[in-house]
């Protein structure tokens, strides 16, 4: 047999390996690097969840770094990364802002509740970690900073540039790698 | 009576519309529907990735597409209304992402695999034609005489 019989072969065993080799490395392709990276935070002027006559707008939080939190009572991963956030609030490593998304009643919650009941709730029996939360009834604010699911989490500067995102719970893991070294930067 | 007979009906009526569940909004222009429908069926749905926007059941999908109605009641074009999703969520949305320099592989690399199976099948072919040809030598054509010949004289 001549090597030139070989070739077809060797070529299909270098595509398997390449498969492979896609298939063991395979990103988790359900994230999606945020587009807004590097560019201001979207404007934005929501009333808060505890208290509807207060507002929080994007103009005031300018001139300070801080984590934006897309979170929702009904959004199960955001009670995983929960207890981290209080522990962050306790520190003073940073302000997190909340961003409540779609935190509407549902069906089964007692009737005639406020429709911030959910979101309070959560709030008064987890802890709340935030200096203020936004209530994005409709999600539109969420869409204005790409939010494609709950949680998320922004990084943003002084300047109020967008530095990091990231999709999901945030594990201990995940903030001391990601976000430590990145708040720690844009502190100082 | 008969008072009594309407009441009843009508209160029986209005009890079904108040069972009836608060409806999905749609828009009320058929023409601005299907536009939506069109564009949404480009877009892809972030939250179930193997869905268009248009398909989708996702709260995602479902918030999004309302929000294209409404550029589209405004007045904005297609362009305008594709352009403010890909500021916000990136080219990925799109299922037709535009040409550029980061990805010219994606839109390249089907056609230089087929110019590279155009040389090979060539070469291939080429190395055949030049196998079928068979030399004739003297002695072959002297054969081939005597072969003709012997024909002709058992006739």
Redesign the interface.
């Known amino acids: 047999m001549k090597a030139k019989h070989l070739i077809p072969l060797a070529a299909f065993a270098c595509l398997m390996a390449l498969l492979i080799f896609g298939l063991i490395n395979a990103k988790n392709?359900?994230i999606?690097?945020?587009?807004?990276i590097g560019k201001p935070v979207?404007e934005f002027s929501l009333a808060t969840v505890m208290d509807e006559n207060k507002i929080l707008s994007s103009s005031d939080l300018k001139g300070q770094a801080y984590l934006l939190n897309v979170w929702a009572s009904w959004c199960s991963a955001c009670r995983v990364e929960h207890p981290l956030f209080l522990e962050i609030a306790k520190s003073g490593t940073i302000p997190i802002y909340g961003l409540n998304t779609?935190d509407v009643p549902q069906d089964g919650d007692p009737p005639g509740q406020d429709k911030r009941f959910n979101a309070k709730r959560f709030l008064t029996l987890l802890g709340n970690p935030y200096v203020a939360s936004g209530y994005d009834e409709?999600?539109?604010v969420g869409?204005?900073?790409?939010v494609?699911?709950a949680p998320e989490t922004f990084v943003i500067d002084k300047e109020g540039i967008i530095r990091y995102k990231h999709v999901g719970p945030i594990t201990g893991d995940v903030w001391v790698k990601n976000f430590a070294p990145l708040i720690e930067e844009i502190q100082g | 009576m008969r008072n009594w007979v309407l009441l009843f009906s009508l209160l029986f009526c209005l009890s079904f519309s108040i069972q009836a569940k608060e409806a999905v909004p749609t828009a009320e222009d058929p023409v601005i529907e299907q536009r939506m429908i069109d564009m949404a069926a480009d877009m892809r749905c972030l939250k179930c990735q193997n869905e268009s926007l248009a398909s989708s059941h996702a709260p995602f999908a479902i918030d999004l597409r309302q929000q294209i109605r409404e550029m589209m009641q405004d007045g904005m074009t297609n362009q305008e209304i594709e352009d403010f999703f890909v500021q916000r969520f990136g080219d990925f949305i799109l299922y037709n992402p535009p040409l550029k320099p980061q990805n010219y592989l994606l839109w390249g690399g089907p056609f230089i695999l087929l110019i590279l199976g155009f040389i090979l099948v060539f070469n291939a072919l080429k190395k055949r034609r030049a196998a079928d040809v068979v030399e004739i030598s003297a002695e072959d054509h002297r054969r081939a005489k005597e072969l003709l010949d012997d024909g002709e004289h058992k006739q």
């Open positions: 392709v359900t999606v690097p945020s587009a807004l979207p779609k409709n999600g539109r869409i204005d900073f790409g494609y699911g």
